[in-house]
């Protein structure tokens, strides 16, 4: 039975991971910053990783997102890379995605859970 539950999931993935990833081309649009902003912007967040699976939907939302704000973020991949995974379980303290490592001038670490506690965050360094 178990087998059969899996295969089923398996299955969900397989269909619906190609979807999700149609939808975040079709809805990752840049905006047209110029290169002074585009600088700054890459400044503010360049402590920023994302820790991810590529197909979660939620992670989906993320990247959207940022793509839409113009933030470049670093990708770890939480799913498939051993150590990206032992990282997100040694920070922030359980293998949940999306988390966003936010590392500060000095080395210090946040690790923030939430698809819309990250998505608030980023808006909000976007536009300040
Ligand atoms: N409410 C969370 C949901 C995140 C979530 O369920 N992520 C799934 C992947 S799609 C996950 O990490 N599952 C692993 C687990 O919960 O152990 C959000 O919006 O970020």
């Not at 704000?69 to 051993?82: F, M, P, T, V, W």
């Not at 293998?95 to 500060?104: N, Y």
Request: aromatic content about 8%; glycine content about 8%; hydrophobic content about 40%.
């Amino acid at each position: 039975m178990r087998a059969v539950i899996r295969v089923f999931f398996k299955g969900i993935r397989l269909v619906v991971g190609p979807m999700l990833l149609a939808y975040e081309a079709l809805a990752s649009r840049r905006p047209k910053l110029d290169q002074p902003q585009q600088e700054a912007l890459n400044d503010k967040t360049k402590g920023l990783t994302l820790y991810q699976f590529k197909t979660c939907p939620f992670c989906v939302k993320v990247r959207v997102r940022a793509t839409r704000l113009g933030i470049q973020l670093n990708k770890r991949d939480a799913q498939h890379d051993s150590q990206a995974r032992e990282e997100l379980l040694a920070g922030g303290g359980e293998v949940k995605v999306p988390c966003l490592r936010i590392e500060g001038e000095k080395g210090e670490k946040q690790w923030m859970y939430e698809s819309d506690a990250i998505v608030s965050y980023l808006e909000q360094l976007a536009t300040s």
